[in-house]
């Protein structure tokens, strides 16, 4: 239940009230509404990059136009889209920004430019928001370029890596193997005429193939299986484990070589688009009106709370 005091308080000082609500709601309207609509444009400029391939520290090669299982690149997507917003990366665009003239702080370009994953497609949207079209243009190409080269000098330093572990593996294999050969061509050097002789026959009777190296290893096999020599099994059986392993290393190095891998991991889909941002729906006047009335309306009862104060003091005396 409202207290008598109050009801006589809205009642001789309705009048106080409702100028002082009546002022606010004037004023949230004209000066309030024409401020706001004077405040300085924003700008947006967006582009998106697409995610190519992946070079893992594997050798193995994803692209997006394989038809395997897709999770490995698009957790990559996310991954590269996540660095634009680690504090390494922010501070070297806002290095790069500074060599352009666009000078603000890493809380300011944090806050300015945002990255969007969209794994499912291998994409990712860059946006940037300034003050001028052309200030927002030039901090999302920034970014861009700056991701871009991350990405791309990271792949680099996996492929160097790739072919320096590679140069070992085949500098080992190559001894190994020169080893092996050796060791079967003086183990071949101790058999006998009439085994050699044996053993061509059956190869002549198989047909020679065009593959000069299976048949020679096959050649060999029947050597030792006429000859019931084990060594030379053993002997003949490593060159061919070694022979393959040097051709998987000497494929796969091909598949991360400069002549497969041509452009960047991650290209421009659609270039840079800057358009205004529209102002908040929020500063309509009805919205002003009915804020700067509220305001008015405890600002009112406030005001009459005193006038009677100071009416009831001066009535005492």
């Known amino acids: 239940m409202i207290p008598e005091q109050y009801w006589r308080i809205a009642r001789r000082w309705f009048w106080l009230i409702g100028a002082v609500a009546f002022a606010c709601m004037l004023f949230a309207v004209v000066v309030v509404g024409q401020v706001a609509g004077k405040s300085a444009p924003t700008y947006n400029a967006a582009l998106t990059l697409g995610v190519t391939r992946i070079v893992s520290f594997g050798g193995t090669i994803t692209q997006g136009g394989d038809p395997g299982d897709p999770i490995l690149l698009s957790n990559y997507t996310d991954n590269i889209a996540s660095r634009g917003s680690t504090p390494q990366f922010v501070s070297m665009l806002n290095a790069e920004l500074a060599k ?18 969209i794994p499912g497609l291998f994409r990712i949207d860059i946006t940037a928001t300034a003050n001028s079209p052309e200030q927002a243009q030039l901090m999302a190409q920034t970014a861009s370029d700056l991701l871009t080269k991350d990405v791309t000098d990271e792949e680099t330093r996996i492929r160097t890596a790739l072919n320096s572990s590679t140069d070992q593996q085949q500098a080992q294999l190559l001894a190994r193997l020169n080893t092996v050969y050796a060791s079967r061509t003086a183990r071949l050097a101790t058999l006998g005429q009439p085994a050699l002789m044996e053993a061509l026959d059956n190869m002549v009777r198989r047909g020679v193939s065009a593959d000069l190296t299976a048949e020679f290893t096959t050649l060999v096999a029947d050597l030792a299986r ?9 002997l003949n059986s490593e060159a061919t484990s070694l022979e393959q392993q040097l051709a998987r290393l000497s494929e796969s190095r091909r598949g991360y070589s400069d002549e497969i891998l041509n452009g960047t991991p991650v290209s421009i889909v659609d270039p840079v688009d800057t358009s205004p941002v529209p102002l908040a729906s929020s500063l309509r006047s009805r919205d002003l009106g009915v804020m700067g009335l509220i305001a008015g309306l405890v600002l009112g009862w406030i005001a009459a709370t005193i006038a009677d104060g100071w009416a009831f003091t001066n009535r005492m005396e």
């Open 100 to 117: 352009k003239g666009v000078i603000m702080t890493d809380t300011q370009v944090s806050r300015k430019v945002k990255y969007t994953s």
């Open 226 to 234: 006429i000859t019931s020599d084990t060594e030379m099994t053993v």
